[in-house]
């Protein structure tokens, strides 16, 4: 017979009436399982964590002659802890199954992010204003979640005022990143952007180092040394390098990784999937940069620079204008997806692998001369960051 005992009430459940019709005296559980009675100020010796069987065999009969046995009255108990695996079995998901869901989410990351860096060039090629480019992917992606919730297409997520005052600081820095990068990349080539954005585990380290206190093991000091020695090789020999183009590209560097410690300390315990997460993020920085975007431009001069660009470029510059705008949404919302689907090791070298995608695919898109000395400042980064996330492992 094959029972099951459940905590915190200690009880025994089954059907065995052969054993009830066998014994005309009643059997207490205390007499034969002292173990498993609670007494005052003492624990329970049973776990809470893994169900107990108990297998019971009658001493009453003799399973051959069919004679009673001298210790007719005697019950013989045995238990065995469950392994979690015989419970968790049927809800566990096949480990084939979810690599390919990975691989899926990596696959659409990296190619909607290097659509959207294609558009987002030929956009800023014709319509240099990067304040208002980037305040149109915001406010695109925001206006696609709020209809989405609307419509329920998406379930909107449950917030409260502390949600909003812990995201603050994070939408701060997203905002102040993402314009820098737009800015960067409406100067310089963005295979070159890229490049230095290569470079943000060092300003991470550095940040957590001298100002959060936090140490590191020393492989990980170690592999800095190829990520600045190559970004460093790749700016000196940049043929259009810029210098708005490369402070722009630090400054994202810098921001992203204070967005990433806000992030981590004030989205402790908060229930909000990645895309709502992502959603909420999008809402609050579009909210935040967009009387910045009119001070530094202003609506003269993005009407200004919009008929130009229409008379050079044609009616296809809305297309690009749409396109950058929804790429940029759809390709950060996968990777916040991702983030809740593996680990940030996992996410670090695929993002990695994303800005090889990116540099490799925009060299060849937009034909940018790449010396043999700036290829091997490329790669020597990004060999850098590659060791720095399996340092941190």
Same mark, same amino acid.
């Given at each position: 017979?094959?029972?099951?005992?459940?905590?915190?009430?200690?009880?025994?459940?089954?059907?065995?009436?052969?054993?009830?019709?066998?014994?005309?005296?009643?059997?207490?559980?205390?007499?034969?399982?002292?173990?498993?009675?609670?007494?005052?100020?003492?624990?329970?010796?049973?776990?809470?964590?893994?169900?107990?069987?108990?297998?019971?065999?009658?001493?009453?009969?003799?399973?051959?002659?069919?004679?009673? !046995?001298?210790?007719?009255?005697?019950?013989?108990?045995?238990?065995? *802890?469950?392994?979690?695996?015989?419970?968790?079995?049927?809800?566990?998901?096949?480990?084939?199954?979810?690599?390919?869901?990975?691989?899926?989410?990596?696959?659409?990351?990296?190619?909607?992010?290097?659509?959207?860096?294609?558009?987002?060039?030929?956009?800023?090629?014709?319509?240099?204003?990067?304040?208002?480019?980037?305040?149109?992917?915001?406010?695109?992606?925001?206006?696609?979640?709020?209809?989405?919730?609307?419509?329920?297409?998406? *379930?909107?997520?449950?917030?409260?005022? *502390?949600?909003?005052?812990?995201?603050?600081? /994070?939408?701060?820095?997203?905002?102040?990143?993402?314009?820098?990068?737009?800015?960067?990349?409406?100067?310089?080539?963005?295979?070159?952007?890229?490049?230095?954005?290569?470079?943000?585990?060092?300003?991470?380290?550095? /940040?957590?180092?001298?100002?959060?206190? !936090?140490?590191?093991?020393?492989? /990980?000091?170690?592999?800095?040394?190829?990520?600045?020695?190559?970004?460093?090789?790749?700016?000196?020999?940049?043929?259009?390098?810029?210098?708005?183009?490369?402070?722009?590209?630090?400054?994202?560097?810098?921001?992203?990784?204070?967005?990433?410690?806000?992030?981590?300390?004030?989205?402790?315990?908060?229930?909000?999937?990645?895309?709502?997460?992502?959603?909420?993020?999008?809402?609050?920085?579009?909210?935040?940069?967009?009387?910045?975007?009119?001070?530094?431009?202003?609506?003269?001069?993005?009407?200004?620079?919009?008929?130009?660009?229409?008379?050079?470029?044609?009616?296809?510059?809305?297309?690009?204008?749409?396109?950058?705008?929804?790429?940029?949404?759809?390709?950060?919302?996968?990777?916040?997806?991702?983030?809740?689907?593996?680990?940030?090791?996992?996410?670090?070298?695929?993002?990695?692998?994303?800005?090889?995608?990116?540099?490799?695919?925009?060299?060849?898109?937009?034909?940018?001369?790449?010396?043999?000395?700036?290829?091997?400042?490329?790669?020597?980064?990004?060999?850098?960051?590659?060791?720095?996330?399996?340092?941190?492992?």
């Amino acid at each position: 017979m094959i029972s099951s005992l459940r905590q915190p009430v200690v009880g025994i459940s089954g059907s065995d009436l052969l054993l009830r019709q066998r014994h005309a005296t009643p059997v207490k559980a205390g007499s034969f399982l002292p173990s498993l009675s609670r007494e005052k100020g003492q624990g329970s010796l049973v776990s809470v964590h893994k169900p107990l069987h108990i297998a019971s065999s009658l001493g009453g009969r003799n399973s051959v002659s069919g004679k009673s !046995d001298a210790r007719g009255d005697l019950v013989k108990c045995e238990a065995y *802890e469950a392994d979690r695996s015989e419970v968790e079995a049927t809800n566990t998901p096949s480990e084939a199954a979810k690599k390919v869901k990975i691989g899926i989410y990596f696959a659409t990351w990296w190619a909607l992010n290097v659509v959207f860096n294609i558009y987002n060039k030929k956009v800023l090629n014709a319509y240099p204003y990067p304040w208002l480019t980037s305040t149109l992917s915001l406010a695109c992606g925001s206006l696609m979640m709020l209809i989405s919730w609307a419509t329920g297409i998406a *379930e909107a997520p449950k917030t409260d005022p *502390e949600f909003w005052k812990s995201l603050f600081p /994070v939408a701060v820095a997203h905002t102040i990143g993402h314009v820098a990068a737009t800015v960067s990349m409406s100067k310089v080539a963005v295979s070159f952007t890229h490049i230095i954005k290569s470079g943000e585990p060092a300003f991470s380290v550095l /940040v957590s180092r001298f100002l959060l206190g !936090d140490t590191f093991p020393v492989p /990980v000091y170690l592999s800095l040394v190829p990520i600045i020695g190559g970004c460093a090789l790749a700016a000196v020999t940049e043929l259009n390098f810029n210098m708005i183009g490369f402070m722009g590209a630090m400054i994202s560097n810098l921001a992203f990784v204070f967005r990433n410690i806000f992030s981590k300390k004030g989205m402790k315990g908060k229930s909000v999937s990645g895309m709502n997460y992502y959603a909420c993020l999008s809402i609050l920085s579009l909210a935040i940069l967009t009387p910045f975007a009119i001070a530094v431009e202003g609506p003269q001069m993005w009407i200004a620079g919009w008929q130009t660009a229409v008379s050079q470029i044609g009616n296809q510059l809305i297309w690009w204008v749409a396109a950058q705008s929804v790429f940029y949404h759809l390709y950060n919302q996968v990777s916040y997806m991702s983030l809740d689907e593996i680990s940030p090791l996992t996410f670090s070298v695929g993002n990695t692998m994303k800005r090889i995608s990116v540099i490799v695919s925009s060299i060849i898109i937009f034909r940018t001369p790449v010396q043999p000395v700036n290829a091997l400042g490329a790669a020597i980064a990004i060999l850098g960051t590659f060791l720095y996330s399996q340092a941190k492992q």
